[in-house]
C-alpha cells in the first residue's frame, strides 16, 4: 500500500494480475500487451515471481524433455519406478486438461502450460498409458533388423530406424539396472525374448569375457589336482577362483528360475 497515492499502489496491483493472465495466454482476457509489458520493464518494473508450485512444475517439464531425449516419446508409464513422481505428474496433467476442456475452474492447467507441453509432443489423450505395445513392436522391429543384418547391434544413431535404436540403447541400460537391484522398466520374461534373439547386453569387451575364461582353466587346474570341482568358496590358494565358482552355482540357479542371470 502507498498511502501517498492509493489510485496509483491500486493501479500497480492491476498490473501484477493483468500480468498473470498475459503470461497464461489468457491475453483476451488480460488488459496488458507486449508492448505494455516492455514500456513497464524499460523502468524496471518488478513482477511476481515464480511460486514454488511454478517451479517445481517447470522442474517436471524436464525431467519429461530429458524422458523424451532418451525414450523418444513423452509417454511415461503409469508405473514408473525410476521416477514415481513424474508418472503421476504426467498423469495429472491430463486430468488438468480434461477439466480445462470441460471449462471447469477447478483445473490447475493453463493455456501456457498447455502450450509448453505440446511443444514437446506430449499426448494429451492417452489414459492409462503403458509401455507394452511399443515394447512389443520394437522387438518385431529388432527380430527383422536381425534377419537383415545378422545380429542385434543396432546403433543408437539409427537413421532408418531411430526409435528403435533408443529403444535398444534403453534396454541395455535397463538390463544394466536391473542386475544392480535398482528399479527398472525391464523384468526377466523381456531380457529371456530378447536373449532368443541373441541379443548383445554390452557393445564392448568387458574383462568379464577374460575373467570368465581364466577361471574356468584354473578350475580344469584345479581339478586335475584334486579329482573334483569342488572348490571351497573360501580357498586361500586362490581366493578369486573360490568367490568364481560360487557365483557360477548362484548365477546357475538365477537362470533354472527363469530369472535374469549373467549365464
Same mark, same amino acid.
Given at each position: 500500500?502507498?498511502?501517498?497515492?492509493?489510485?496509483?499502489?491500486?493501479? $500497480?496491483?492491476?498490473? *501484477?494480475?493483468?500480468? =498473470?493472465?498475459?503470461? @497464461?495466454?489468457?491475453?483476451?482476457?488480460?488488459?496488458?500487451?507486449?508492448?505494455?509489458?516492455?514500456?513497464?520493464?524499460?523502468?524496471?518494473?518488478?513482477?511476481?515471481?515464480?511460486?514454488?508450485?511454478? =517451479? =517445481?512444475?517447470?522442474? #517436471?517439464?524436464? +525431467?519429461?524433455?530429458?524422458?523424451?531425449?532418451?525414450?523418444?516419446?513423452? #509417454?511415461? !508409464?503409469?508405473?514408473? !519406478?525410476?521416477? %514415481?513422481?513424474?508418472?503421476?505428474?504426467?498423469?495429472?496433467?491430463?486430468?488438468?486438461?480434461?477439466? /480445462?476442456?470441460?471449462?471447469?475452474?477447478?483445473?490447475?492447467?493453463?493455456?501456457?502450460?498447455?502450450?509448453?507441453?505440446?511443444?514437446?509432443? /506430449?499426448?494429451?489423450? #492417452? +489414459?492409462?498409458?503403458?509401455?507394452?505395445?511399443?515394447?512389443?513392436?520394437?522387438?518385431?522391429?529388432?527380430?527383422?533388423?536381425?534377419? +537383415? &543384418?545378422? &545380429?542385434?547391434? $543396432? %546403433?543408437?544413431?539409427? *537413421?532408418?530406424?531411430?526409435?528403435?535404436?533408443?529403444?535398444?540403447?534403453?534396454?541395455?541400460?535397463?538390463?544394466?539396472?536391473?542386475?544392480? @537391484?535398482? %528399479?527398472?522398466?525391464?523384468?526377466?520374461?523381456?531380457?529371456?525374448?530378447?536373449?532368443?534373439?541373441?541379443?548383445?547386453?554390452?557393445?564392448?569387451?568387458? !574383462?568379464? =569375457?577374460?575373467?570368465?575364461?581364466?577361471?574356468?582353466?584354473?578350475?580344469? @587346474?584345479?581339478?586335475? @589336482?584334486?579329482?573334483?570341482?569342488?572348490? !571351497?568358496?573360501?580357498?586361500?590358494?586362490?581366493?578369486?577362483?573360490?568367490?568364481?565358482?560360487?557365483?557360477?552355482?548362484?548365477?546357475?540357479?538365477?537362470? *533354472?528360475?527363469?530369472?535374469?542371470? &549373467?549365464?
Amino acid at each position: 500500500k502507498y498511502p501517498t497515492n492509493m489510485k496509483l499502489s491500486a493501479w $500497480v496491483k492491476h498490473q *501484477k494480475a493483468q500480468y =498473470k493472465l498475459f503470461k @497464461e495466454g489468457n491475453e483476451s482476457e488480460s488488459q496488458l500487451t507486449a508492448d505494455r509489458v516492455e514500456q513497464l520493464e524499460n523502468i524496471g518494473f518488478l513482477w511476481p515471481l515464480p511460486t514454488k508450485l511454478d =517451479k =517445481k512444475w517447470s522442474y #517436471r517439464l524436464q +525431467e519429461l524433455v530429458k524422458f523424451k531425449e532418451e525414450h523418444g516419446h513423452c #509417454r511415461v !508409464p503409469d508405473k514408473f !519406478p525410476i521416477n %514415481p513422481q513424474l508418472a503421476t505428474w504426467v498423469s495429472t496433467q491430463r486430468v488438468q486438461f480434461r477439466l /480445462f476442456k470441460e471449462g471447469k475452474k477447478a483445473s490447475m492447467i493453463t493455456p501456457a502450460r498447455i502450450e509448453a507441453l505440446t511443444k514437446i509432443g /506430449f499426448d494429451w489423450g #492417452r +489414459e492409462g498409458c503403458s509401455d507394452l505395445v511399443d515394447w512389443e513392436v520394437r522387438y518385431e522391429e529388432l527380430s527383422q533388423y536381425k534377419e +537383415e &543384418h545378422g &545380429h542385434c547391434r $543396432v %546403433p543408437r544413431a539409427y *537413421k532408418e530406424n531411430q526409435q528403435l535404436g533408443n529403444w535398444v540403447h534403453t534396454q541395455r541400460k535397463q538390463y544394466k539396472l536391473l542386475m544392480e @537391484e535398482k %528399479p527398472s522398466l525391464i523384468n526377466a520374461e523381456r531380457v529371456a525374448a530378447l536373449g532368443r534373439l541373441g541379443f548383445s547386453w554390452s557393445l564392448r569387451p568387458t !574383462p568379464d =569375457k577374460v575373467d570368465w575364461d581364466l577361471r574356468l582353466a584354473e578350475l580344469v @587346474e584345479f581339478k586335475k @589336482e584334486h579329482g573334483n570341482l569342488l572348490v !571351497p568358496r573360501k580357498y586361500q590358494k586362490n581366493a578369486q577362483l573360490g568367490t568364481w565358482v560360487q557365483t557360477q552355482r548362484e548365477q546357475y540357479k538365477l537362470l *533354472k528360475n527363469g530369472l535374469p542371470s &549373467h549365464m
